[in-house]
């Protein structure tokens, strides 16, 4: 059984610094895509940042600049530096990978999710 096990969140002030982690355990054949979505309380699930398994980096505009995503592929394991924190940026954290089976297939994989919350 594949899974996704976050870690990192909590609470901080505004201008402030957090790392989530995320490890995947179980077994698969190719890890794609690894990332982070978040969701806030009456808004739809949103895309955060992509980091492809080469380590190339997406990020949505409103964190450009302020998040770093980065992987490691040895250890399945996707990080997420925040930075620079808003109030905005409250949210529940979710990881997010994305596989490729034996057969070619694309399979889609979430945690539980992490509460970030940012407030003086």
């Known amino acids: 059984q594949i899974q996704l096990a976050e870690s990192g969140g909590g609470l901080v002030q505004p201008g402030g610094s957090l790392r989530l982690s995320c490890v995947a355990s179980g077994s698969f054949f190719r890890i794609n895509v690894m990332g982070w979505y978040r969701q806030a309380p009456g808004n739809e699930r949103e895309l955060v940042a992509h980091?492809?398994?080469?380590?190339?980096?997406n990020y949505a505009n409103s964190v450009n600049g302020r998040f770093t995503a980065s992987r490691d592929n040895a250890k399945n394991t996707v990080y997420l530096q925040m930075n620079s924190l808003k109030p905005g940026d409250k949210a529940v954290y979710y990881c997010?990978?994305?596989?490729?089976?034996?057969?070619?297939?694309?399979?889609?994989?979430w945690g539980q999710g992490t509460q970030v919350t940012v407030s003086s």
């Open positions: 980091i492809s398994s080469g380590g190339v980096t």
């Open positions: 997010y990978m994305k596989t490729l089976t034996r057969d070619g297939e694309d399979c889609d994989y």
